[in-house]
């Protein structure tokens, strides 16, 4: 397994890391995602230790706890080996304090969360989404005291901004607060906005990202092809209006050339999305679900091997898509890209 910084920090992380949503699953998402045991979490945590996997990726929300509750169980005995990385902001109920990143929310919500988990400490603790309503200087002061304390080790964003990024990493630098080190977010080869501003910006502020659902919202199994209705089994019967929305040429485009590729590397189709990705600028770790042992398999079977740059052009270019304004005219118009050449 291949290891990377987390962004600008010294800690170290797996290529793939293992995202424990299918654990405890409940609910109208959430059972469709997976409802794994303790038992059978287990084997998956072995698993994925034996590959060098040793990042686990969950949040508070997830099944109403129960997630945290089966990864803690998951991994008694071995906390030492393993990394663990929740989030938190978003609702665990109907009550007025119940979501967002308050003081109050966030510091009983770590305190549920190493509950739930077994541990004294967090690894790395996501805000799970940007709170509008309370003042950048109250999260941040409150996470800050939260690292003191020895609750948590670093500390990141998803489903952010880049505005609410960078106003909150000016306000930690004047107050001398940690900074974020991570960014969790959406990002496929059916799913490229994350590149126009969001890359740029962890690059430039060092900032690793996170990549959750690489296999875009299930499009990239290998199972959904053209022409053909979407399988009984799949999820996204239930799920498609909780995830991101993919145009069919766009999905079908993409498909056609994860085929062909697939045909010529005696990969997966999965391997090969996955893989594209971890050859992206900014990319820290992706983070790979399974509802069972054959599907893990087959998603660490994306490292170890490297597409080519011509394979990489193809996917490139199947996947492409106009860049929303101010970004277009720098991909269109040879004055604007001298000025600021792309990053991918």
Same mark, same amino acid.
């Given at each position: 397994?291949? !290891?990377?910084?987390? =962004?600008?920090?010294?800690?170290?992380?797996?290529?793939?890391?293992?995202?424990?949503?299918?654990?405890?699953?409940?609910?109208?998402? $959430?059972? #469709?995602?997976? @409802?794994?045991?303790?038992?059978?979490?287990?084997?998956?945590?072995?698993?994925?230790?034996?590959?060098?996997?040793?990042?686990?990726?969950?949040?508070?929300? !997830?099944?109403?706890?129960?997630?945290?509750?089966?990864?803690?169980?998951?991994?008694?005995?071995?906390?030492?080996?393993?990394?663990?990385?929740?989030?938190?902001?978003?609702?665990?109920? +109907?009550?007025?304090?119940?979501?967002?990143?308050?003081?109050?929310?966030?510091?009983? =919500?770590?305190?549920?969360?190493?509950?739930?988990?077994?541990?004294? #400490?967090? +690894?790395?603790?996501?805000? #799970?989404?940007?709170?509008? $309503?309370?003042?950048?200087?109250?999260?941040?002061?409150?996470? +800050?005291?939260?690292?003191?304390?020895?609750?948590?080790? !670093?500390?990141?964003?998803?489903?952010?901004?880049? %505005?609410?990024?960078?106003?909150?990493?000016?306000?930690?630098?004047?107050?001398?607060?940690?900074?974020?080190?991570?960014?969790?977010?959406?990002?496929?080869?059916?799913? *490229?906005?994350?590149?126009?501003?969001?890359?740029?910006?962890?690059?430039?502020?060092?900032?690793?990202?996170?990549?959750?659902?690489?296999?875009?919202?299930?499009?990239?199994?290998?199972?959904?092809?053209?022409?053909?209705?979407?399988?009984?089994?799949? *999820?996204?019967?239930?799920?498609?209006?909780?995830?991101?929305?993919?145009? +069919?040429?766009?999905?079908?485009?993409?498909?056609?050339?994860?085929?062909?590729?697939?045909?010529?590397?005696?990969? @997966?189709?999965?391997?090969?999305?996955?893989? %594209?990705?971890?050859?992206?600028?900014?990319?820290?770790?992706?983070?790979?679900?399974?509802?069972?042992?054959?599907?893990?398999?087959?998603?660490?079977?994306?490292?170890? %091997?490297?597409?080519?740059?011509?394979?990489?052009? *193809?996917?490139?270019?199947?996947?492409?898509?106009?860049?929303?304004?101010?970004? $277009?005219?720098?991909?269109?118009?040879?004055?604007?890209?001298?000025?600021?050449?792309?990053?991918?």
């Amino acid at each position: 397994m291949d !290891y990377r910084n987390l =962004g600008n920090s010294g800690l170290k992380v797996p290529a793939l890391s293992f995202g424990a949503g299918t654990f405890g699953g409940s609910g109208p998402l $959430f059972s #469709h995602w997976g @409802t794994t045991d303790v038992a059978e979490a287990r084997r998956l945590v072995d698993i994925c230790l034996e590959a060098g996997v040793n990042l686990f990726d969950t949040a508070d929300n !997830y099944s109403e706890g129960a997630s945290e509750e089966v990864l803690g169980e998951a991994i008694k005995g071995r906390r030492d080996a393993v990394l663990l990385s929740t989030k938190m902001s978003l609702p665990l109920g +109907d009550g007025p304090n119940e979501a967002g990143s308050s003081r109050f929310r966030l510091i009983r =919500g770590v305190e549920a969360a190493l509950k739930r988990l077994g541990t004294d #400490h967090i +690894d790395l603790l996501q805000l #799970h989404a940007f709170d509008a $309503f309370t003042p950048v200087e109250e999260v941040l002061s409150t996470l +800050d005291q939260l690292v003191r304390d020895g609750k948590i080790r !670093y500390i990141g964003v998803s489903n952010f901004s880049g %505005w609410q990024i960078m106003k909150s990493l000016a306000v930690a630098e004047k107050h001398g607060w940690p900074r974020y080190v991570a960014n969790q977010v959406y990002y496929s080869l059916v799913g *490229r906005d994350y590149e126009w501003d969001l890359m740029p910006l962890g690059a430039d502020q060092g900032l690793g990202a996170m990549v959750w659902s690489p296999l875009g919202w299930g499009r990239l199994t290998g199972k959904i092809r053209r022409n053909n209705p979407i399988p009984e089994g799949s *999820r996204l019967h239930e799920t498609a209006s909780f995830g991101p929305p993919v145009e +069919d040429d766009l999905l079908y485009s993409v498909v056609d050339v994860l085929d062909a590729i697939a045909e010529e590397t005696g990969k @997966t189709v999965p391997q090969v999305a996955i893989n %594209w990705l971890l050859q992206r600028p900014t990319v820290a770790s992706v983070i790979i679900g399974a509802r069972n042992e054959a599907q893990l398999r087959d998603n660490l079977g994306a490292t170890g %091997w490297a597409l080519t740059d011509e394979q990489i052009a *193809r996917l490139d270019a199947s996947s492409a898509r106009t860049a929303p304004y101010p970004h $277009f005219p720098y991909q269109r118009q040879e004055a604007f890209a001298q000025l600021n050449p792309t990053l991918v």
